[in-house]
């Protein structure tokens, strides 16, 4: 059974850094573009960064230049570190696994969320 659990989350001062981290089991973890989203009490989850399986990271524009995408397949763990963190940066923020197996067919698994609240 597939499973993301993520840590690392914590309340932070603005213009602080953390690390999350996602621990992948029950998937071949190298095959998987994994991916960090956040969502707001009442909004939509937005994605804030992936990782293909080869390793080329993509980030959303209110993140580049201060979050870093980075995976450690011997470790099933996929990493997120946030610098320069700021109060519209506070949310719940959830690891995703994705794996395309067909045109019309993907594998989508989800953590459980870890909170990071950045105060001002």
């Known amino acids: 059974q597939a499973q993301l659990m993520e840590s690392g989350g914590g309340l932070v001062q603005a213009g602080g850094s953390l690390r999350l981290s996602c621990a992948a089991s029950?998937?071949?973890?190298?095959?998987?573009?994994m991916g960090w989203y956040r969502q707001a009490p009442g909004k939509q989850r937005e994605l804030v960064a992936f990782?293909?399986?080869?390793?080329?990271?993509n980030y959303a524009d209110s993140v580049k230049e201060r979050f870093t995408i980075s995976r450690n397949n011997a470790k099933n763990t996929v990493y997120l570190q946030m610098n320069s963190l700021k109060p519209h940066d506070t949310d719940v923020y959830y690891c995703?696994?994705?794996?395309?197996?067909?045109?019309?067919?993907?594998?989508?698994?989800w953590g459980e969320g870890t909170q990071v609240p950045v105060s001002s």
């Open positions: 995703n696994a994705g794996l395309r197996v067909t045109s019309f067919t993907q594998l989508i698994y």
């Open positions: 029950g998937v071949m973890f190298s095959r998987y573009t």
């Open positions: 990782i293909t399986s080869d390793g080329r990271p």
